[in-house]
């Protein structure tokens, strides 16, 4: 059975930066696209990045480019995503999912909420 | 980028009612290459991810029930729930995945309530 479970959420203070964690199992990892997609309390879902199966395509969602990384560690069945310089606008519950042949989302976590305030 | 808007933002229908949720993307999402439209219909139950529903516009993910279906081509899509049951009361995403380089956009969601 896919499993997805991501971590690293909580509370961060703006301008702080968090590293969210997301393990993977149940299927083969490295032959998968992965991708972040997050939704702010009440609101719809918004995709935020993707990364290839050996990282060499890495994409963003074009409001969000140059605070994100994302990255994957194919050894340890784990993907992430770093954000710099945090705002009170990326409150959000943070979903890791994975793409089916690069394309749309089959299996989801269930999340990982991060709360930026002072 | 490409645009998906979705109508209506929410949606009332009685037990047993057809349920109809539209969406338009602002361009096509069509690859002639493939003979594929680049669509996904994913389902968000409160406090649960989303699940998808259906892909390519109108494959069935499995174990979603029949009563699920998908259609439409281009840049107009609609799902349609044939017999409305309790369990559906959810809200709908659409998903395109067709631009280059692979941009995923969502709808902004049509939320389904019985009435």
């Known amino acids: 059975e896919v499993h997805l479970v991501e971590s690293g959420g909580g509370l961060v203070k703006p301008g702080g930066t968090l590293r969210l964690s997301c393990a993977a199992s149940g299927f083969p990892f490295n032959s998968y696209t992965m991708n972040w997609v997050r939704q702010a309390p009440g609101k719809g879902l918004e995709w935020v990045s993707s990364?290839?199966?050996?990282?060499?395509?890495?994409y963003y969602a074009d409001s969000l480019k140059g605070r994100f990384t994302i990255s994957r560690d194919n050894a340890k069945n784990s993907l992430y995503l770093q954000i710099n310089t945090v705002r009170a606008e990326d409150t959000a519950v943070y979903f890791c999912a994975r793409a089916m042949a690069g394309y749309y989302f089959d299996s989801w976590g269930q999340g990982t909420l991060v709360t930026v305030s002072s | 980028d490409i645009v998906m808007t979705q109508s209506p933002d929410s949606l009332a229908v009685s037990l047993g009612e057809r349920a109809t949720i539209n969406c338009k993307s602002s361009?096509?999402?069509?690859?002639?290459?493939?003979?594929?439209?680049?669509l996904a219909w994913y389902q968000q139950k409160p406090g649960q991810p989303p699940k998808l529903l259906v892909y390519w516009a109108s494959t069935r993910e499995s174990g979603v029930p029949d009563r699920f279906s998908g259609s439409g081509s281009g840049t107009d899509f609609t799902l349609t729930i044939s017999s409305l049951q309790a369990e559906d009361v959810a809200v709908y995403y659409c998903q395109q995945y067709y631009s280059t380089p692979l941009m995923h956009t969502f709808g902004q969601g049509t939320k389904l309530e019985i009435k």
């Open positions: 990364i290839s199966i050996s990282s060499t395509h890495i």
């Open positions: 361009q096509s999402v069509f690859h002639s290459s493939t003979n594929k439209n680049y």
